[in-house]
C-alpha cells in the first residue's frame, strides 16, 4: 500500500489466479464508509511481494500519453 494525495492505494499482490496487475484506491464517504474501489490503470506487470513508493513529480521524466 501506498498512500497518494491523501488517499490509500493497494498495488498488485497476489490472489487466487497468481500475481495481480490491480489497483485499488480506499474510497470514504463523509460517513466514515469505506469501499476499495479498483481503478481503470493496471500494473504493465502482474506483481506480488514488492517495494512501492510515491515519489515528487520533479524525480521522473514521465509524460501524459494522449487520450485516443
Known sequence: MV?????VVAIGGLNNDGYSNAIFQLVCSALDECVWVEMAQKLSVARGNFVAMTIPDEMTNCQKKPIN
Open 3 to 7: 498512500s497518494v494525495n491523501g488517499t
